[in-house]
């Protein structure tokens, strides 16, 4: 980031997977310039408090949080002072340690009591015990906590108890997971605010605690508000650090390093919606130039799918063992280089290619060896940036024309890309499509599939021109689910899905049959007019419905291990991928693996 960049960024270290010295080491070189140190982090490692500062030192990171303490105040003599002899020992180490603050959360004792005033006058005299030692206390309200579960609450103590050494620690999960509503911080003066802590989360109808534990996410990835947050936040005049502080269980058992920089680059883009320094704006995004695929290994079987698809091999490549296949603006680009018969690239033309990539690499996109337009996405597809048909950098221009020309089924163009997210980055996947690309993720949709609960959620630009749709197991999936493994498709569009249908299977494609069943359940749900019913029976041709407009949809058979193709018609504006029609789609695919197997 350039030096003029005002933001201190920080990270708890209980957000990060390993011992301290891992999870220091990986904050360190995705960029933060502080941690919070969580205290189970500290009391399990054989660092000495002086050597951890010393480590964080060399590393260029500062100890802006010693967190948490707990069940401190509101409570009778006798526990009064057991709890401050607790204190006075982490104050010992917080010295040892460089770090000045301390968060104290609100008490979930059976000890405590309802008392603000008792709360006020404890939380006094620990502020004054710190204070002799230049130390501060944030007080945060927990989302369960006891008695004190919400940050005005926490407030109202704070302010009674009036001391230099007590402030706020502000952790937007507690205060927007309980609907509290936010814009109320801004009375609050930015000198008292001492600590701002930061997570994302879903929308989930469940115990906060629960919630809190196990299911935050870093800013950017879940349903939450974050911007606006902050926003009211800063308005106080709070200039300390933005620190994550998000509890999850797959990044608990993610890399470290990737997961920091996850991390940073949900604050970088944080930081760009509260209109801090931050990234070249994101250029439009105005399609699907291409799809590659690593075909090396079934070129053949997706060279004659996409015949009877109506493709034709428009081009091949000058210097690569690469071929163009094309049909109206529908392109597929077959690497026989490559093999693994996946998705390799997504081709996507930019207003602005060379800004698009400059943004990326500042969202922490890594760029692909060998070629400086394109970057990695979290499951190692290739982001390339293009302009299809300009006068500069027109990617077309490394292909010589075949003359072959296209039979034609009524494809005009792509409407999507789908791909299924290994079950540790999808979160991540999602954060890096929005931010290094600034697609907008729509709402996440969960569906039961014959093996496992499937989560999707789709990236889209604001005109719909690129679509991509991530899909994850809910759950880690056990050894027997038997699906096609990692499934990833294309989806072309029609403007008749049913004259489509029709051409293809004339021309052989490899089109997958949808059972009766379906049609009657259709006809049961959503009555389409019969002569409708009956040509998409007859065709085996999808349909969903909403208060948009409808869906038309067929797929091809599983080609090589992992790849399919579908085909859409959109009518009106509808803006879904039809993810009622998903399970029927995939015990399809799952009876033809068996019948193949046999
Ligand atoms: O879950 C907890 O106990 C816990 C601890 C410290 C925090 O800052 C917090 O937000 C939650
Ligand atoms: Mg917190």
Known sequence: MPAADPVRRGIATVCLSGTLEDKLD?????????????????????????????????????????????????????????????????????????????????????????????????????????????????????????????????????????????????????????????????????????????????????????????????????????????????????????????????????????????????LLSLQEGLGLPGPPAAPELTGHAFTELAAGDCRGELADALTALGFARAGRHRSKPVELWQQGEARVVLNTADRGGRISALGLDSSDPEISVERAEKLLAPILPGDDSAVSAPDGTAVLFCRTGGEQADWLADFEPTGEAAGGAGLTGTDHVSLTQPFDHFDEAALFYRSALGLRPEPTTEFAAPFGLVRSRAVTDPAHRVRIELNVAALRRGDWAPGVPDPQHIAFTSDDAIASAKAMRAAGAPLLEIPANYYDDLDARLAPPPELLADLRAHSVLYDRDEHGEFLHFYTRVLGSRVFFEVVQRIGGYAGFGAANAPVRMAAHRRLRLARRD
């Open 26 to 266: 990986a904050a360190a070189a995705a960029g933060f310039d502080g941690v919070e140190i969580f205290e189970n982090d500290l009391v399990v490692s054989p660092l000495s408090p002086d050597d951890i500062r010393r480590r964080c030192a060399d590393l260029g990171l500062t100890i802006d949080l010693y967190q948490p303490f707990r069940d401190f105040e509101a409570v009778p003599p006798d526990v009064l002072a057991s709890n401050l002899r607790r204190a006075e020992r982490k104050f010992d180490l917080m010295q040892r340690l460089g770090a000045d603050t301390v968060l104290v959360c609100s008490s979930v004792s059976p000890d405590a009591v309802d008392d603000d005033d008792l709360a006020a006058e404890q939380l006094h005299l620990l502020a004054s015990r710190a204070a002799e030692r230049g130390l501060r206390v944030a007080y945060e309200a927990l989302a369960w906590g006891r008695f004190v579960n919400t940050y005005d609450h926490s407030w109202r103590i704070v302010r009674r108890a009036d001391h230099p050494a007590l402030g706020l620690c502000l952790d937007s999960f507690h205060v927007l997971s309980k609907g509290s509503d936010p814009a109320g911080i801004r009375v609050i003066p930015g000198s008292k605010v001492f600590f701002l802590q930061l997570a994302d989360a879903p929308r989930l109808d469940m115990d906060v605690l629960q919630w809190s534990r196990h299911h935050r996410l870093f800013p950017g990835q879940g349903a939450f508000d974050l911007t606006g947050f902050v926003g009211h936040v800063l308005a106080t005049g709070y200039d300390g650090p933005l620190s994550l502080e998000v509890f999850n269980d797959v990044f608990r058992q993610a890399d470290p390093h990737r997961a920091a920089v996850d991390a940073m680059r949900s």
